[in-house]
């Protein structure tokens, strides 16, 4: 049989898969191939270039990379990028691929060290290639293989000479039959992305070690059992010594050790060196002990039940794309822990070994997917889908053991995936039949069949948290098939997918965390995702951007659909990491509607002592007492916290008073040091404890201009009520608001009929003018101006009043009341209620801000545990989020005051005073400042698209809608959703 790239078959001329040691674990010799090779790259697999040609005159390439990015983010002289999320970029005819399919052409000189040992075998390993290749030595084709993130091993012993020099050829496609198993939303990329090496096995090598290491939480005894075996020539058992000098133990393998052990978790991630020897090889292993079980419904580890804090992970650089260094994997774990992240679903394929020593070493539990996704089958209803294919079985039986018998003996892995979306078929049988013989004790994932045949958890994406509360109790509608609900029932729960964290968001994480903890059933989730993909390139002018679907001119692609996470693209955190972070924290601190706080300690193997409970009593950021508390709580337990009862209060002044309690760990142990910081925070929370005084009665009088026009403080109006200066800087716009340039999130449906976008547009709210209906003076002294805020084409608005009146003992001042009542047809949704205000000002984004009010970062209706009350400062340039896609961020909340300087010392003071939507009372306002328009910002597609319009753009709300996850799950929450209603609020605007 012709083995082509269109062929359904295994690897061929392969060494059978075995286990990966970390690197630098073995005394065996190795050496690496990684570095420049060279390369050419031809339209079609039929490259006819003969396997034994040098390429002496080819251009040279990076290895491991891969070829479209290999001369980023300057040029493109192999290709370009192309990102799509659920379509193949092909034509559906499984295996067949187009005839016009990029090839690259590879080639390296071999060597032989002088130092090579002599006896033994000699393998080839390549740890990742995108798609499908074929390798050659000196002419003759040796091996063919796939699995894109699967390592391939091929016996070179006998063919190399000592000191010789060897032609290594590898010819990869971009396309093969294995692209309809790899839909994994992401850049189609190709090439040699993962290392090479070259390996020595001994003779009597250990060649495959398993490591069983259970723990028994009654009685606090470890018991390991290390199985080693070699591959070559067969598959036999090797006479290997075990030892493991911290426990003083010692055995053959096969034989059961037992000890007195610290068990392994993500929170305390405790290892001992196991090292495994024979005559010819030893290798050192670094083993946690720990047991996985399910009992009712409920997933223990170490007989404790835990949750799953998690994200998925795609392997990404901006500039390397999945070829990711060391340096960036360890980065990933340390930012993730410093984040309170305590899980990884390494979505949708095995990770680069590295990356799970990482997470045993540091303390991460991971679920180990399967290289499979099937997802593009989805769109003509699953015909041909390879996981209901027989002729597939083997191919998908051979990922999911390269996977296992890889990865097994990592503590960190806490579950095998068979892959995702890949729909259902009797090849998940056959998949996670594979993986019970060789791992019986891990359980089995799979989201895909919610019948959950096969697996031992039910896993579900982006179920809405009204479906995951009833999930919870136990009491969701039932599947349609009686023997399957009643086995599904009898699981826990887990979202692999939710919280969709795509540009501004996710919102509603806090929501779905709650029923995390009320329920025991429920496991956790992983939200989605962890990264931005967007790869870096220059524009026509050399600007540096990052970019997404479509620019790189695809045909076919999803745009934005790729910048999802919650770091952007260069590892910069999100505020939506900063959320996760809070939401997530160990050590929660939430407010009571009694004046209290509840401090809930959510680690499962660890008390507080580690932490100290600090508290400060301030007015914005002047601190007025300062203490500790006397707690320390058990794993697992709460109690009910109060200021304490001889705290002196001070009277209301400019700013309110909060009692903030923080958990802070101030050194880290054996298991956090790299990560862990002096002062780290690990939880935190506040108690309003004294609102700020009433602004005065302003009792001043509006003064008529000779023109006509009106005089109230800084403020300077027409004669037809149109507010022409303010501060002494004119006023371009004025008005009422009820639109925001549309987040990603705004832009999708979620589960609805229309998006928020959708509906906003269709009241008219993209369009937003003014009428002004009438203009005087009141018997006060005040400036009323009664007007409609509305857009075209529809009875949908807003009646408006504007009441307007000087401080009479601060002549730089004018009190603002406005009143909003909505009119017509009410949509859905809104996007804000409250005033826009646009002032000249060239240097806008040098402009500093200082305020009092929830910060330091911007924070919203659904999304806002992050946001803690207090003085902040930024300039307007800091004070945007610059998300991949441009959008709606930056909003501060319950701002009671804040002061604007301008480049030229000139500022402007905006002070809150009663603040009602719909008439309940809320303290201060919502804050957004840009330098630029919020239809600038809509229109623009990257940030440095964004430039200053010589405006300050201000928007001061009464509210906003919150952000949800629409792009992908659940839009808005009813407790986040703002509707038209009544509103009203008192301004004192400043001149400084």
């Known amino acids: 049989m012709t083995i082509t790239h269109e062929s359904v078959a295994t ?383 083997e191919v998908l039986v051979d990922r999911v053991t390269r996977m296992v018998r890889r990865d097994a003996h990592h503590a960190s892995i806490i579950m095998w995936s068979l892959g995702n979306e890949a729909g259902v078929g009797r090849n998940l049988a056959a998949m996670a039949g594979a993986i019970r013989t060789l791992d019986p004790a891990r359980p089995v994932h799979y989201e895909g069949d919610w019948s959950s045949d096969h697996v031992d958890v039910y896993s579900r994406m982006y179920a809405e948290s009204e479906e995951v509360d009833l999930i919870g109790q136990g009491i969701e509608p039932p599947f349609e098939r009686a023997d399957a609900d009643v086995r599904r029932r009898a699981m826990p729960f887990l979202q692999c997918e939710y919280a969709h964290a795509m540009g501004n968001g996710p919102g509603g994480l806090a929501d779905y965390d709650a029923l995390f903890d009320r329920y025991p059933r429920l496991l956790g989730g992983f939200i989605w995702e962890w990264i931005d993909h967007g790869l870096t390139r220059t524009d026509d002018d050399g600007v540096l951007f990052s970019a997404y679907g479509g620019d790189f001119g695809e045909r076919l692609h999803d745009g934005t659909f790729i910048a999802d996470g919650l770091l952007l693209p260069d590892r910069t955190p999100s505020p939506g990491l900063l959320e996760t972070a809070a939401v997530f924290a160990p050590i929660r601190i939430d407010a009571r509607d009694d004046g209290s706080l509840l401090v809930r300690n959510r680690y499962v193997f660890r008390d507080t002592s580690h932490a100290e409970l600090r508290w400060t009593l301030h007015r914005g950021d002047e601190e007025l007492a300062a203490g500790t508390l006397e707690l320390a709580l058990d794993a697992g337990t709460e109690a009910v916290v109060r200021p304490p009862a001889d705290l002196a209060l001070p009277e209301p002044g400019d700013a309110p008073v909060w009692w903030t309690l923080r958990a802070v760990q101030e050194k880290p142990d054996a298991f956090e040091d790299g990560w862990l910081e002096p002062g780290f925070v690990l939880g935190a929370g506040q108690l309003l404890l004294v609102e700020p005084a009433p602004l005065a009665a302003p009792a001043g009088r509006v003064t008529v201009e000779a023109d006509g026009g009106f005089r109230a403080g800084p403020a300077r109006f027409d004669s037809r009520g149109g507010l022409q200066e303010l501060g002494g800087r004119a006023v371009h716009v004025f008005r009422a608001d009820a639109w925001r340039a549309s987040t990603d999130n705004d832009r999708r449906p979620g589960r609805g009929e229309r998006s928020d976008a959708q509906v906003w547009h269709r009241a008219g709210l993209t369009l937003l003018g003014e009428r002004i209906a009438g203009v005087g003076v009141t018997d006060d002294g005040t400036l009323e101006i009664d007007g409609r805020v509305a857009g075209p084409a529809i009875r949908t608005g807003l009646a408006t009043r504007y009441r307007w009146q000087p401080v009479a003992d601060a002549p730089d001042a004018v009190d603002l009341i406005l009143d909003l009542r909505p009119e017509g047809p009410s949509p859905q949704s809104v996007a804000r209620l409250g005033l826009l205000l646009a002032l000249d000002e060239p240097r806008a984004a040098e402009a500093g801000v200082r305020w009092t009010g929830l910060g330091p970062d911007e924070s919203y209706a659904d999304s806002k545990v992050a946001a803690l009350g207090g003085a902040w400062e930024h300039t307007v340039a800091d004070w945007q989020t610059r998300y991949t896609h441009p959008q709606e961020n930056g909003a501060r909340r319950g701002v009671t005051s804040a002061a604007v300087s301008f480049a030229d010392g000139s500022g402007l003071r905006i002070d809150s005073g009663e603040v009602t939507v719909g008439g309940r009372p809320q303290v201060g306002f919502e804050l957004s400042l840009r330098p630029w328009s919020d239809e600038a910002l809509d229109r623009a597609a990257h940030p440095h698209e964004l430039v200053p319009d010589g405006r300050l753009w201000l928007h001061v709300d009464a509210a906003q809608h919150g952000v949800g996850s629409a792009a992908c799950g659940p839009g808005v929450l009813p407790n986040a959703q703002l509707h038209a209603a009544p509103v009203r609020m008192r301004l004192r605007l400043t001149a400084l």
């Not at 396997?51 to 290895?63: I, L």
């Not at 598959?235 to 055995?251: I, K, M, N, Q, Y």
Request: aromatic residues 8%; glycine residues 10%; charged residues 25%.
């Open 11 to 393: 690897p061929d001329g392969v060494v059978a898969p075995r286990f990966r040691p970390p690197a630098g674990a073995s005394s065996a010799a190795a050496v690496s191939l990684d570095g420049e090779w060279r390369f050419r790259l031809f339209p079609r697999p039929d490259t006819g270039v003969d396997r034994a040609e040098p390429g002496d005159d080819w251009d040279r390439v990076s290895v491991p990379g891969h070829w479209q990015l290999a001369g980023a983010p300057d040029a493109w002289p192999y290709g370009t990028p192309a990102y799509t999320n659920v379509l193949f970029p092909f034509p559906v005819e499984p295996p067949h691929v187009p005839d016009d399919n990029p090839t690259g052409e590879y080639r390296t000189t071999l060597r032989l060290p002088a130092d090579w040992p002599d006896g033994g075998r000699t393998l080839l390993r390549f740890e990742g290639v995108d798609s499908w290749f074929q390798v050659a030595l000196d002419g003759e084709l040796l091996a063919t293989s796939h699995g894109s993130r699967l390592p391939t091993e091929i016996d070179l012993t006998g063919r190399l000479r000592q000191g010789g020099e060897h032609l290594l050829a590898v010819r990869v496609t971009q396309w093969s039959a294995m692209s309809y198993i790899e839909d994994q939303d992401q850049w189609w990329l190709s090439g040699i992305f993962r290392g090479v090496t070259l390996e020595h096995r001994p003779d009597g090598a250990l060649d495959d070690i398993r490591v069983h290491a259970d723990y028994d939480h009654v009685t606090g005894v470890g018991t390991l059992r290390v199985d080693a075996a070699t591959i070559l020539p067969g598959a036999d058992a090797v006479a290997a010594r075990v030892v493991v000098p911290e426990l003083g133990v010692e055995g053959a393998a096969g034989e059961e050790l037992r000890a007195a052990v610290e068990p392994w978790s993500a929170e305390r991630p405790r290892l001992y060196d196991v090292v495994v020897t024979t005559d010819t090889e030893t290798v050192t292993l670094a083993v946690g002990f720990r047991t996985i079980s399910i009992e009712d419904g409920v997933f223990l580890v170490n007989g404790r039940p835990i949750k799953l804090r998690g994200v998925n992970r795609h392997e990404f650089d901006p500039l390397r794309g999945r070829s990711v260094t060391p340096e960036r994997m360890l980065e990933d774990v340390l930012l993730m822990k410093r984040h309170h992240i305590n899980a990884v679903r390494t979505s949708h394929y095995p990770p680069h070994p590295h990356f799970l020593d990482l997470c045993d070493r540091h303390g991460l539990y991971v679920i180990d997917e399967n290289d499979l996704e099937t997802h593009g089958f989805e769109v003509d209803g699953w015909v041909g889908n390879p996981v209901d294919d027989p002729e597939w079985t």
